[in-house]
């Protein structure tokens, strides 16, 4: 395996460079993926039947709350991936880890606000409506968990390992998914909560 | 290791840059603005902080590979509308 | 007990045909495995095709089960021939040919076209860069073993459960539960959502093979033309095959867990689900016939002995009508009810993208101009291809007019319109592939004789089976009857396309034929360049050793392998070094074995068996996250060895 040593590590070895490459493609099928969810939402968001629409539902207090740590989530996550390439293994685990528990943090708001949606009767068979937006949350939502997963993963490979080119490059390639996911949740913040309560 | 060196400028930027985006498309909830301005903002306001994670976080232009990883970002957009454009267009817009 | 077993049973079950089909699934299933034992086969199948990561073997089982689904979808398509033949005939009830059109449907497309598409790719798209592999070789094997678990789990409707009957479009709301209340449809929606990831990642692996592992002085403008077509399917595959995946959710959501996408109430749109299931489906067609266009690119330019004309128009034409095919599809439900606006559009972007198709006939014909042409079996699908093709084309300009359409939709002027596309296009362009890169994959070449006795029976039977649908089809007849009345007037027509149909069966078991009789008697290993090849494919061993080159070529030009025979310029240049190769893995068929069991739980609504298998899905990704494989190496001498029981050591003359 030859290591190119005047390129970051996540970048250093041929097989390395393929990966990164292969996930931005990735990366554009998730695209695709969510441009359908989203397509499907702005299609069946007036058709709310007997039940409640978005503004009778949406409460803009939880929605800011995983919209600030989400973002601060993707701030810290870049911070990961910086101290990595400075070989700083306890910094680089600190900001990993603190990504993780606001995901963390994200999700009990989204299971929460889910929870609260429920009890005010717009389930997941309620109309086509709820079913829209559920899904489309739950799909980004969805995402997030695995990538808690997957970053649990990464914690435990570099601390047990270190910063070789191996985890450099799960690391790298985890904070471009963690990245993506923010971006979809500004276009969910946006063309769901805001436009649904403007 | 200093403070400096573990907060970058280019990520202290970008995420004061995306905070800033964010009470701008608050805007559309807190005033009293029409469809079309208040659609505007969230678009404009939603693009751009898009492209701040893509091109502050991501490292987008970083590698040998970015025209190959631009083209394909521009594609994957361009999907991505014809997609949302095309379904409303198809499914409402042209119910007229 | 009973209550709970009755699920599984179909609705009517002593229909001579099921029983018939469960008992042969019964015998086959306990011949194979008897077979295998008998012979002490199970370690070498383990070792040599289960666990394989090898483009090449990856390639070969794709292929494989791409024939057994062709039959399966031929036996569909006779059974439908036959019942049509005759007016009011009983061969087949109602819901007995629904069932039929729609496997026959998803098999031909799904289960047939792709993967023996993916699997000619898979054999020669390494081999004409000059690469050892994909980029991804381990999720290569993943990507098979899930279209196989997907194609297993399809097939297994029709003795368990029952069929999908909504077509192969599956509109809604004939497809929700309030229509079709077997399970058929949940088969439909978890098989071919399985298939499609393994399709999903396909797309990704090459891409970035293609992009970032071609040999050196290979630039994007000198790739074979089949690489360029590949290189342009997958990319459609990576922004479409993501629309269907939520699609089939949607409908999976409906049909298990009550919601309201496509339902009639509750605000529910069907006409969502035809507009979500065709913005997938019609870059899909793209997606089959592109590497069609790309294989006859290759078999054109060998069999004229002539440089492609046009190498850069028809690259810019397949990128146009990739961009091109994700701005049509309402032109499949032009009648569905919006507005003349929207019709008007996709009429205006579905002529438009006949231009650049026809850009592609003029040029290969410009190929064969003052060439020196050889008629070779492949040659002959080439041949025969760009008449009839054209036929389906033009039809299709005419579909395209969405005033016109009103008159053709659902006809079955359509139906001859899809097959003179597909059969000529894409079944043609597999045929011919596979005869021409046969002989690099087993070292021996298919008979010419009883080749070109299939082609002529395919290529006429073909054209009696169609053509007289075009005109029954404006006469009216309708598209998925399964019966049709003596008044009706298209007894004639229905009659003659059954026996174009048997002459079409007849002319693939020639092709079954072909294989067992050269199997048993062509001549081995007679040279490496059977055809006098042009690409790098022909410049190794037949068949291929595991590392594909012994050292990695280099190239200056779009036709690098005739330069070195026709020029003498060296494509193999200093010393064989230690190569670096994957091992295998049983992780690709483990996994997939745990989303059969996901797959038939969701179908039968089994939470339990499906939440299990679903956390073992999982587990086999956080094992594969901590592995620690990095392959194996292998030595110098042993490539050595390798090169000179192949007759030829790389870098002599």
């Known amino acids: 395996m030859k290591i190119d040593h005047s390129v970051p590590k996540e970048y250093a070895t041929e097989e390395n460079r393929l990966k990164i490459f292969g996930f931005w493609i990735f990366i554009g099928a998730e695209v695709a993926l969510f441009g359908t969810l989203f397509a499907t939402y702005l299609t069946l968001v007036g058709h709310t039947a007997t039940g409640p629409t978005g503004s009778e539902i949406f409460e803009i207090g939880p929605v800011l709350i995983e919209t600030f740590v989400l973002l601060t989530s993707s701030f810290l996550i870049g911070l990961s991936v910086h101290a990595m390439r400075l070989g700083n293994k306890k910094a680089m685990l600190t900001f990993l880890g603190l990504t993780l528990l606001l995901g963390l943090t994200f999700l009990g708001v989204e299971i929460y606000e889910f929870t609260t949606y429920v009890h005010e009767g717009a389930g997941l068979q309620t109309s086509a409506f709820t079913a829209a937006l559920l899904t489309l949350l739950g799909t980004h939502g969805a995402h997030v968990t695995l990538g808690l997963f997957w970053g649990l993963a990464i914690i435990i490979q570099v601390s047990k390992r270190g910063i070789t080119p191996e985890t450099a490059n799960k690391s790298f390639i985890f904070s471009l998914y963690w990245h993506f996911l923010d971006v979809i949740w500004i276009f969910i913040f946006s063309f769901v909560y805001l436009k649904g309560l403007m | 290791m200093s403070l400096k060196e573990l907060f970058p400028a280019k990520y202290v930027t970008g995420f004061i840059f995306s905070l800033v985006l964010t009470v701008a498309a608050l805007s559309v909830w807190y005033f009293d603005l029409s469809y079309q301005v208040g659609l505007s903002i969230l678009i404009v306001t939603a693009f751009i902080q898009a492209g701040v994670q893509l091109i502050m976080f991501m490292h987008v232009g970083e590698s040998e590979d970015k025209i190959s990883i631009y083209t394909h970002t521009y594609y994957a957009v361009a999907m991505g509308l014809i997609i949302v454009i095309g379904t409303l267009f198809t499914m409402i817009w042209g119910y007229q | ?653």
Request: with cysteine; net charge neutral; charged share 10%.
């Open chain 3, 1 to 653: 007990m009973k209550e709970y077993f009755s699920r599984f049973a179909i609705e009517n079950a002593d229909d001579p045909m099921i029983i018939g089909a469960q008992i042969s699934i019964a015998l086959v299933t306990i011949g194979i495995i008897v077979g295998l034992t008998y012979f002490k086969k199970w370690g070498y199948l383990w070792r040599t095709w289960l666990t394989t990561v090898d483009h090449k073997k990856i390639g070969i089982m794709y292929i494989l089960a791409a024939l057994l689904m062709l039959f399966r979808g031929g036996v569909d398509a006779l059974l439908m021939r036959a019942q049509t033949a005759i007016p009011d005939n009983g061969l087949l009830d109602a819901q007995h040919y629904n069932e039929i059109f729609t496997t026959h449907g998803v098999i031909m497309i799904l289960f047939m076209a792709m993967p023996f598409i993916i699997g000619l790719m898979n054999v020669v798209v390494p081999l004409q860069i000059g690469a050892r592999d994909v980029a991804f070789p381990r999720l290569n094997a993943v990507s098979f073993w899930l279209f196989f678990i997907g194609a297993m789990l399809f097939n297994i409707s029709f003795v368990i459960g029952g069929s999908p009957d909504a077509g192969w479009t599956a509109y809604f709301p004939l497809a929700g539960n309030d229509y079709s209340h077997t399970v058929g449809m949940n088969y439909y929606a978890i098989a071919i959502q399985i298939a499609g990831i393994g399709t999903l990642m396909t797309g990704i692996n090459f891409i970035t093979t293609i992009m970032k592992m071609r040999a050196p002085g290979m630039t994007l403008m000198k790739m074979p033309m089949f690489t360029w077509s590949i290189l342009i399917t997958n990319l459609i595959i990576v922004f479409a095959f993501p629309v269907l995946t939520i699609a089939l959710a949607l409908m999976t959501m409906d049909r298990l867990f009550g919601t309201h996408f496509f339902s009639i109430d509750n605000g529910g749109m069907d006409m969502l689900w035809a507009n979500l299931f065709w913005i997938w489906g019609h870059p899909e067609v793209y997606i089959v016939i592109l590497p069609a266009f790309g294989i006859f690119s290759e078999i054109i330019t060998t069999f004229a002995q002539r440089n492609l004309y046009g190498y850069k128009s028809m690259v810019f034409s397949m990128v146009a009508i990739s961009a091109l095919s994700f701005v049509v599809w309402t032109h499949h439900f032009y009648t569905m009810g919006h507005g003349v606006v929207v019709n008007g559009f996709f009429s205006i972007t579905t002529m438009a993208i006949a231009v650049p198709t026809g850009v592609k006939i003029f040029n290969w014909l410009l190929t064969l101009w003052k060439g020196k042409i050889h008629f070779t079996v492949p040659m002959l699908y080439a041949m025969g291809f760009i008449p009839i093709f054209v036929i389906g084309g033009v039809t299709g300009v005419m579909l395209a007019m969405a005033s016109a359409d009103y008159q053709y939709h659902n006809t079955m002027f359509l139906v001859a319109h899809f097959h003179y596309v597909l059969i000529p296009g894409t079944v043609f362009g597999v045929l011919a592939g596979f005869t021409f890169w046969w002989p690099k994959i087993f070292g021996f070449s298919l008979s010419e004789r009883i080749g070109k006795w299939a082609f002529w029976f395919i290529a006429i039977s073909f054209n009696v089976t169609f053509f007289p649908l075009f005109i029954s089809g404006l006469s009216g007849q309708a598209r998925r009857m399964y019966t049709y009345s003596e008044n009706a007037g298209f007894t004639i027509y229905n009659m003659i396309s059954f026996v174009g149909a048997l002459g079409l069966a007849f002319g693939f078991l020639l092709i079954v034929y072909n294989i067992y009789w050269s199997t048993r008697y062509a001549k081995r290993h007679l040279t490496e360049d059977p055809w006098n090849g042009r690409s790098l494919e022909w410049a190794t061993h037949s068949p291929v050793p595991e590392y594909n080159f012994a050292i990695i070529p280099q190239v200056d030009s779009t036709e690098a392998f005739w330069d070195q025979k026709e020029h003498g310029k060296e494509l193999f240049k200093g010393n064989i070094e230690p190569i670096h190769m994957p091992n295998n893995s049983g992780q690709p068929f483990i996994m997939s074995a745990i989303f059969f069991v996901f797959g038939f739980a969701m179908v039968f609504s089994m939470w339990i068996v499906a939440i299990i298998s679903a956390i073992g899905i999982f587990a086999c990704m956080w094992y594969r996250s901590f592995e620690n494989d990095h392959g194996h190496y292998i030595p110098v001498e042993e490539i050595e060895a390798t090169e000179r029981k192949s007759g030829v050591i790389a870098n002599e003359d």
